[in-house]
């Protein structure tokens, strides 16, 4: 079974960057998409970014052009660089994955994703 630990989570000023990552404590080998969620207080879980076992990215509207997600498969883990943070950026974000092939529309629903880490918090001060 798969467990995945997000690491990287801290207090930044607004405009500072973060880097959040998250291991998978099996072959990621056999994950195929991988996402990035986050939780602000009182709001619905929202999908961030997805990434599939070939690298190909997608991103929310709302992080797109400042968040970069990779994955390496040597090391079992996935990355997010965060830049250009901002205070609507505070939550606790979550890494998650799958061993399905996700199409587009299935990629921004949490019930898609099998595996989930405990979350990590990210804190932008303005």
């Known amino acids: 079974q798969v467990q995945l630990v997000e690491s990287g989570g801290g207090l930044v000023q607004a405009g500072g960057t973060l880097r959040l990552s998250c291991a998978a404590s099996?072959?990621?080998?056999?994950?195929?998409?991988m996402a990035w969620y986050r939780q602000a207080p009182g709001k619905q879980r929202e999908w961030v970014a997805a990434?599939?076992?070939?690298?190909?990215?997608n991103y929310a509207n709302s992080v797109k052009g400042r968040f970069v997600m990779s994955r390496d498969n040597a090391e079992n883990t996935v990355s997010l660089q965060m830049t250009r943070l901002q205070p609507e950026d505070t939550a606790v974000y979550y890494c998650?994955?799958?061993?399905?092939?996700?199409?587009?529309?299935?990629?921004?629903?949490?019930?898609?994703?099998?595996?989930w880490g405990e979350g990590t918090q990210v804190t932008v001060s303005a």
């Open positions: 998650a994955a799958t061993s399905s092939r996700l199409i587009l529309s299935t990629l921004r629903v949490p019930g898609s994703y099998d595996v």
């Open positions: 099996g072959s990621i080998f056999v994950l195929n998409t």
């Open positions: 990434i599939t076992s070939g690298g190909v990215t």
